[in-house]
């Protein structure tokens, strides 16, 4: 496995609101890694992917991709957020919505059409939905949104990836077809993935490595090495139990 660091955090506190988010948090990750970000609802595992998209500064402490500050619009980096599940009505073609990775909201500014159109549809492809690229996205099913706003997070040929819960109200078979996909993508391209997920069993076979947020603190290292229920009371600062069971983990009093 390569071991190249490219991401650091080194002892992050950030503030939001008056409110402690993250204490002292420090990690590295490698080039290459396929890293699953866990931990409760408000944990902070959303601002940590838009810490490293320059959203939002630390209060204090380091961060650093490639060597350099986190800055908006890194083209280093493809960005899927959390909740877009798109209007049941929107009339917007998949092609376009994928698009808009290149662009943002700004269409097409900077880019000749043909070469976008050529880009657009490599990555429709690459996410196997080509035949779908002018189907109106209101249309597509949950797993297809997901995988053209992979397409979309794919577009400027990043090098990291970061997929705020890609699998959010995914079944089982259709979670695994995404899971799979990035997972190949990733490794074809040699892309680093961040990805936020509330259930880690599904990514166990793909994954080198968990971060668990929690609490304002986190923790870095192999499921086996996290997902314990030392680790995690020590994390919660609060009993928590882990029942490993058939290669599978769940974690108890979590919600505490
Ligand atoms: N701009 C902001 N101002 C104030 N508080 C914020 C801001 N952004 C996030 N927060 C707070 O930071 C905490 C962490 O939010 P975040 O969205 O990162 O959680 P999360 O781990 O992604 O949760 P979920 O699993 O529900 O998506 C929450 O309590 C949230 O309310
Ligand atoms: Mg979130």
Do not use: C
Not at 82 to 95: F, P, S, V
Not at 157 to 180: C, G, M, R, V, Y
Request: charged share 20%; hydrophobic share 40%.
């Amino acid at each position: 496995m390569p071991e190249e660091s490219i991401i650091s955090l080194k002892n992050i506190n950030l503030t939001l609101s008056n409110r402690v988010i993250l204490k002292d948090v420090s990690l590295s990750i490698n080039e290459g890694e396929f890293i699953a970000i866990l931990g409760p609802n408000g944990a902070g595992k959303s601002t940590l992917l838009k810490l490293l998209l320059g959203l939002y500064k630390p209060s204090s402490g380091m961060i650093s991709i490639f060597g350099s500050s986190p800055k908006r619009g890194n083209k280093f980096i493809g960005y899927a957020p959390q909740h877009r599940t798109l209007e049941a009505d929107m009339a917007l073609r998949a092609r376009d919505v994928v698009g808009f990775g290149l662009d943002g909201t700004h269409w097409g500014i900077g880019f000749p059409s043909k070469h976008k159109t050529k880009l657009i549809e490599k990555a429709l492809d690459e996410v196997d939905m080509l035949r779908y690229a002018n189907s109106p996205v209101g249309k597509l099913s949950g797993g297809e949104q997901q995988r053209l706003l992979i397409a979309q997070a794919l577009l400027t040929n990043p090098k990291i990836l970061l997929l705020d819960e890609p699998l959010a109200s995914l079944d089982i078979t259709h979670a695994n077809t995404i899971i799979n996909l990035v997972k190949s993508i990733a490794k074809k391209r040699n892309i680093t993935v961040l990805l936020v997920t509330h259930d880690v069993n599904p990514l166990l076979a793909v994954i080198d490595r968990v971060v668990y947020i929690a609490n304002t603190h986190s923790a870095i290292g192999k499921p086996s090495e996290i997902i314990t229920s030392e680790v995690l009371s020590k994390l919660y600062a609060s009993p928590i139990e882990v029942i490993q069971t058939k290669g599978r983990m769940f974690v108890i009093g979590e919600e505490l």
